[in-house]
């Protein structure tokens, strides 16, 4: 774009020091000269379109021009260089570079290589399946080794075919048969000459195909290379490998595979892994898709829905999910505070075995006791404002003062109603001082339209907690409905009287 005609020899420009960047169009030009070239044989213009569009990324010229700098195919022979190349091109998950990756990379670490090579031959490259099938032999895994060296033979690798018609007729990880190991001789119109003396043994045996080796722990298998590939910084393996584990099911890569692509702001797909983890009862995953409901991230915020996930995590054996639904509930986040169920919810993660659940618990209730306390020795109005601060903690006993405060305009308006909702909510928390108080609000209607029928119910509870008041005011409450029913059929009689009837 400088104007610079010379060939291309690298990045950046000789010229300008810019570094060139094609569009897609440009490529899909450069691709059609590249090929143009290897058909006509151009070797001088082939290497230089192939280290063009590599330089530009394009995977299969990464590790075409990879193997050239391997080579010295038409270039100087450079290793370091040619793994740099055919490196990029395997974490775009190029089997074929995988494979060759491991094979440069051996040179100097093992771990590496070895990785690379097993991971080439989960990505399906066949030249992959023999030196995984002896890596796994050498380590006494047979089973293993047998799996690789039948998906080899399966590519007519000569060896391999070989290797598994003499574990057959000895039976080195697996069951031995004649008949198997004839079904893999006769793949050979001429057996290779290391294997005739088996092909002779064999003559006369009645050929049977074999049933497929399985791999019994594969997905073992795929979780220490994916933690492999973690500890190799070699992200895109990781995550093809995570993904590999949960199509196979696997709850906890599903969740991991999430956790990644929402950091990366794949918020759909991400959220999608997290919603398959949780369908399938993972507490992780209720959890984690709680918190998410909580901070908005992928979902709507919802703090609602976010405690529902937690509650269904500690449902499935999480401490942890009736811990964070706990906390939840009795802090000031959106308008959902329950300290009564957030108690209750603590005693639950107690019960699994969080000792923090417990020490969360204690100190809501000495929190809610100090400031019932202190409103014992303050000024009256001073008193309102510390028993709702602890009613709202649901103390029961700051539920009665306040309550009473409020009937009785002490330190504040009267407010009858408000008492009415005061006393309700500390007799369905099991309050037993509440249900009288309770009863007379509804047979007088304080703070709530008359009810015989509820007055009647709580006078009763009351009764049967050995609440001395409760008898007379239950004898009080039949005498005036007795009263009202005797008034109503006076006052009907008479209309009935003066209409003739």
Not at 150 to 163: E, H, Q, R
Not at 208 to 215: G, S
Not at 269 to 297: C, D, I, P, Q, T
Request: proline fraction near 3%; charge should be neutral.
């Amino acid at each position: 774009k400088c104007g610079n005609e010379e060939s291309y020899t690298g990045v950046p420009c000789t010229v300008c020091g810019q570094v060139y960047t094609a569009t897609d169009d440009e490529i899909r030009e450069y691709i059609r000269l590249y090929e143009k070239a290897k058909e006509e044989r151009d070797y001088e213009g082939l290497t230089e379109y192939c280290h063009f569009l590599a330089d530009m990324g394009c995977t299969s010229a990464e590790l075409a021009w990879g193997i050239m700098l391997e080579t010295g195919d038409g270039v100087d022979c450079n290793l370091d260089l040619a793994m740099d190349y055919i490196l990029r091109a395997a974490r775009k998950n190029n089997k074929r570079a995988a494979y060759r990756y491991s094979r440069l990379v051996s040179r100097a670490d093992d771990a590496a290589a070895r990785f690379w090579l097993f991971y080439s031959a989960i990505l399906g490259c066949e030249e992959a399946y023999p030196e995984t099938a002896d890596a796994f032999s050498k380590s006494g895994l047979f089973g293993e080794a047998n799996y690789f060296y039948s998906l080899a033979a399966a590519c007519n690798d000569v060896g391999s075919i070989v290797t598994m018609a003499k574990r057959y007729y000895e039976g080195i990880g697996t069951e031995q048969s004649g008949a198997y190991a004839k079904w893999y001789m006769d793949k050979f119109t001429v057996p290779p000459i290391y294997a005739i003396k088996l092909a002779y043994k064999l003559r006369r045996e009645k050929a049977e195909e074999p049933p497929k080796p399985v791999f019994e722990n594969y997905s073992g298998f795929l979780r220490r290379l994916a933690d492999e590939a973690d500890a190799l910084g070699e992200r895109e393996a990781h995550e093809v490998l995570l993904g590999l584990l949960a199509e196979r099911g696997e709850t906890s890569s599903m969740l991991e595979l999430a956790k990644i692509m929402l950091s990366d702001g794949r918020e759909s797909e991400g959220l999608g892994y997290v919603m398959r983890a949780v369908e399938a009862k993972n507490s992780a995953a209720h959890l984690f898709l709680g918190e998410l409901y909580l901070s908005g991230k992928a979902v709507p915020v919802s703090n609602e829905k976010g405690v529902e996930q937690f509650i269904l995590a500690g449902e499935y054996g999480s401490a942890a999910g009736y811990e964070r639904a706990a906390e939840v509930l009795s802090s000031d986040i959106g308008n959902i505070k329950n300290v009564a169920l957030a108690i209750e919810l603590y005693d639950k993660a107690y019960a699994l075995g969080s000792i923090s659940a417990l020490e969360k618990r204690e100190k809501i209730k000495e929190n809610r006791k100090e400031l019932y306390e202190r409103a014992k020795n303050s000024t009256p109005s001073e008193a309102v404002k510390l028993y709702l601060l602890s009613s709202n903690m649901d103390y029961t006993p700051a539920m009665l003062k306040l309550a009473e405060c409020m009937r009785c305009a002490i330190g504040m308006k009267a407010d009858r109603k408000g008492a009415f909702n005061w006393y309700k909510r500390a007799a369905e928390l099991g309050e037993e001082r509440a249900y009288y108080p309770l009863g007379k609000c509804y047979a007088h209607g304080v703070g709530t339209p008359c009810n015989f029928a509820l007055a009647k119910e709580w006078f009763i509870r009351a009764q049967r907690c050995s609440d001395p008041r409760a008898h007379a005011a239950i004898l009080r409450l039949l005498e005036g409905r007795v009263k009202k029913t005797a008034q109503s059929l006076y006052s009907k009689a008479i209309r009935l009287m003066y209409s003739g009837k």
